[in-house]
């Protein structure tokens, strides 16, 4: 009965909390960028995984009496997934081999004796789907007259990447100086992306036995646990107050094992060097400012 009632009550809650959140959610006004639209899916996969520690932890603490046990559970759920995940490494690969095949057309198009603006338009139809997003928000602002820089700049920011930010300062340079070099510029950068795409998927494919070495570990830990749980003979010790210290003190260690190893198996990404215009980032931020006051 107790653990039918933790875990109806656990259910309860869990309803609560996704109904709650999907009614408190706003939909994303257009034309936002897809570094915010990523920041608000991570925020909806972070309130998933809180939704789901909350039963975790209750019906770990119905069967075993042990809070330390009921939050280490939690724990597990919340971050097992961003330990386990490759999602992140897989799509910024994908967006530089769209970016490497996009700037080989552009540069295909400037040869040709195409105009700059013109090529950035025509780009959109043709545009890799890593990558489509941030082109054709580009092509749309160069047809609503904003100024090419400022175009760029933003095109750079929905990128995100260090890389979109060296062939955007490239086409900036070359709009203001209207030279006609941008197509070998442009071309010499596909050829650096195409090496960096080729050494990163090298470092992958070794990190992916670390990777699967961190699973095997963390299947290790889940076995134990259930062996743990199930012999009570076994794990009665943990029942006291010093047990309790004892098993926080391991599930501590434990878990910074486990981020120690994460750390070890993932490529820190590097820093942008291209920020967008001052007086346009300001407008932007004023704007949502200027809407709540009206209201």
Not at 226 to 245: H, K, M
Not at 276 to 284: C, K, M, N
Request: aromatic fraction near 6%; proline fraction near 5%; charged fraction near 20%.
């Amino acid at each position: 009965m107790i653990i039918a009632a933790a875990f109806s009550g656990a259910m309860i809650m869990t309803g609560v909390v996704v109904g709650v959140g999907e009614l408190t959610r706003r939909a994303p006004a257009a034309g936002i960028p897809p570094a915010r639209m990523l920041a608000a899916r991570r925020m909806t996969a972070a309130r998933t995984r809180i939704a789901l520690a909350l039963p975790a932890g209750l019906v770990m603490l119905a069967f075993t009496r042990w809070p330390v046990a009921a939050l280490a559970a939690a724990a597990a759920v919340i971050f097992v997934p961003k330990v386990t995940a490759v999602r992140a490494a897989r799509q910024r690969t994908g967006r530089l081999e769209g970016l490497e095949q996009w700037t080989r057309r552009l540069s295909d198009m400037l040869t040709a004796s195409r105009g700059l603006e013109d090529a950035l338009e025509v780009s959109a139809r043709s545009a890799p789907a890593a990558i489509a997003g941030p082109v054709t928000a580009l092509s749309r602002r160069l047809s609503a007259r904003i100024g090419t820089e400022e175009a760029l700049r933003a095109f750079a920011a929905e990128l995100d990447d260090p890389a979109g930010d060296r062939i955007a300062a490239a086409l900036i340079i070359a709009t203001s100086e209207r030279g006609g070099a941008a197509g070998g510029v442009l071309s010499a950068l596909a050829g650096i992306l195409a090496r960096d795409i080729a050494a990163r998927r090298e470092i992958e494919a070794e990190r992916a036995q670390h990777r699967t070495t961190l699973r095997w570990i963390i299947a290790f830990i889940a076995g134990f646990t259930v062996f743990a749980i199930v012999n009570r003979s076994y794990s009665a010790p943990y029942g006291s107050v010093a047990g309790q210290i004892v098993l926080a003190l391991v599930a501590s260690l434990y878990a910074a094992g486990l981020g120690w190893l994460h750390r070890l198996g993932t490529i820190p990404g590097p820093g942008r060097f291209l920020d967008q215009l001052p007086g346009r980032a300001a407008g932007q931020q004023a704007a949502p400012q200027r809407a709540e006051a009206g209201r």
